[in-house]
């Protein structure tokens, strides 16, 4: 049996075999944590994106949409904070030369306590059988107790440190967890660094020199500099909405696990605008609500559990994000924040332009406090992935690999396959073509067995095969093989666009979300 590892080392050559993904300019050997999506991933992403922003603009009738600029003016960002606390502390080890973010190295030290810890367990579960109860026994077990003390001790310290941004104490704590660097294996640490995450390039070629412009880190900033426009222009009333999704920039200092953390990628972002003091309402109303657009999409509700977060970002007054369970453990896919008012009031601030909304319920101005929902567009691609990707042992002893995709996010829909080249089959099949691919992104396949193109179309995650055989030509009735139970059925050509209708339909997850 895989371990996890393999499996997530095997998707990632799939995404790459069947056109999902490919590293950025693939033939230069390609560049680090930069990524291009092929011809199935621009679709099943942009199926995903089509899902969030439906959710978003049209479920709710006060959420609406913008496309702002990925420049923006500097003052921006100065006015955000990123300019002084967009920051990772990083460390580099002296023998290896690698660079390491010092937090990263600490919670994975806390992992590792957390794994012995497991390991302990499921040992004891071996030991004892249906008997066991895990929980006393990681209660009162003294080598279970001695991990968690020291793991409990290890957190709070980190915590602690992260809180306070005492770069010293993140290099202590290292030195005194006997961290070593994982290629030279030695301690031979620098010091703890700050290190800001923004990309900067020159604007402009004026004699008095050029502006310094950032590529903005994340899309919510375009939104909070475009407050006072959508809600005059819009006539939008509090509580309401600005949605957003577009790419966003980050020299992260380590990118690893594939398009989970890339310096290019794409945010799905929502400001909800509310009144002051109504912010923790409308935090816990985001929070259960985007869950429920996860579940949704019916990947298995135990894969996902919320991280309320103790080090809040300096813009926040609570945070939480949605975790998924990818093969290297539950990891963040999406954050939920109560940004209080600070994005408009800094902007108010660094402008002079006065952001304010005119209540009229109240009959006062004030600065709206803000909820913000941000999804990366990548880990929720990776997300389902991971969960889709399968390889599977038939009855017949033969193996397949499958992507159980969300139908209703499946880059294609249906693949149309004559029986033969000849006897007027591909005529018929293009008949069918026809009838289907104004509504469904369609596939025609007539290469090969049919068993062969069936592999083909289940390694892409397509829900549907339609067979076109002799009988067609009589009978008007084609094979639907369905990729899940590989189960066959005969029916009518004219059934065919309900059938495939009825499951790959977006309003009815929307629905689900009302
Ligand atoms: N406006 C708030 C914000 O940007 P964040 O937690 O830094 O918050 C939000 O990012 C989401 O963006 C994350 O939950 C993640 O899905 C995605 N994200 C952040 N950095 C990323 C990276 N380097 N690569 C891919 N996705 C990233």
């Known amino acids: 049996m895989a371990t996890q590892e393999e499996t997530f080392k095997k998707m990632v050559a799939h995404c790459k075999e069947y056109g999902f993904v490919f590293p950025s300019s693939d033939i230069y050997d390609g560049l680090g944590a930069v990524y291009d999506y092929g011809q199935n991933g621009v679709e099943l992403k942009n199926n995903i994106k089509r899902y969030w922003w439906e959710a ?18 500097p003052t921006t960002w100065k006015a955000s904070g990123h300019v002084d606390a967009f920051n990772d502390p990083l460390i580099d080890n002296r023998d290896s030369k690698k ?19 497991e390991k302990e367990i499921a040992k004891a579960a071996k030991r004892f059988g249906d008997s066991f109860d895990a929980e006393l026994f990681r209660q009162t077990n003294p080598r279970v107790q001695e991990h968690v003390q020291k793991r409990e001790a290890l957190h709070t310290r980190y915590s602690e440190a992260m809180n306070a941004n005492d770069l010293n104490e993140l290099k202590q ?7 070593v660097c994982p ?43 475009n407050f006072l426009n959508v809600q005059k222009t819009g006539r939008m009333k509090i509580p309401f909405g600005i949605a957003q999704i577009g790419k966003a920039f980050r020299n992260e200092i ?16 929502m400001q909800f605008f509310v009144r002051p003091g109504e912010e923790m309402e409308w935090f816990k109303y985001w929070k259960e609500h985007r869950l429920s657009w996860h579940k949704a999409l019916g990947l298995g509700d135990e894969k996902y559990r919320y991280h309320d977060h103790e080090k809040l970002a300096h813009y926040a ?44 319920e109240l009959n006062k101005s004030y600065t709206p406090y803000v909820i913000e929902t941000s999804i990366g567009v990548d880990r929720m691609f990776l997300s389902i992935m991971c969960s889709a990707y399968k390889e599977e042992t038939l009855e017949n002893g033969e193996t397949r690999v499958v992507l159980s995709l969300p139908p209703v996010l499946a880059p294609t829909k249906v693949c149309v396959m004559p029986l033969v080249k000849k006897d007027g089959l591909p005529e018929k099949a293009e008949e069918v073509m026809q009838l289907l691919k104004y509504d469904f992104r369609c596939a025609y396949d007539e290469k090969d067995s049919i068993g ?50 009825k499951a790959v339909d977006m309003k009815e997850l929307l629905r689900k979300l009302a």
């Open 56 to 73: 978003m603009t049209r479920v709710h009738e006060n959420i609406v949409g913008i496309d702002a600029a990925i420049f923006m003016h």
């Open 99 to 117: 660079r390491y973010r010092a937090d990263v190295l600490i919670e994975d030290q806390i992992a590792k306590y957390d794994e012995k810890i």
């Open 173 to 179: 704590i290292i030195l005194d967890e006997g961290i």
């Open 183 to 225: 290629i030279s294996g030695t301690k031979n640490w620098t010091d703890v660094r700050q290190f800001n995450l923004m990309f900067s390039t020159e604007m402009g070629s004026t004699s008095d020199g050029s502006m310094k412009i950032y590529l903005r880190p994340e899309t919510a900033q375009g939104i909070f500099v």
């Open 254 to 269: 380590v990118a690893r696990q594939f398009v989970f953390r890339m310096r290019e990628f794409e945010q799905m972002e």
């Open 317 to 360: 007054n609570a945070a939480t994000d949605i975790e998924f369970q990818m093969p290297f453990g539950f990891k963040e896919v999406e954050g939920i924040h109560s940004r209080t008012n600070f994005d408009l009031s800094q902007h108010a601030k660094y402008s002079g332009k006065k952001i304010e909304y005119f209540d009229p």
């Open 452 to 501: 062969k193109r069936y592999r083909r179309q289940d390694a892409v995650g397509t829900p549907f095969c339609v067979t076109i055989d002799h009988d067609t030509l009589t009978d008007n009735c084609v094979t639907v093989r369905y990729r899940d139970t590989m189960a066959q059925e005969r029916i009518a050509i004219s059934e065919l666009p309900a059938l495939i209708g």
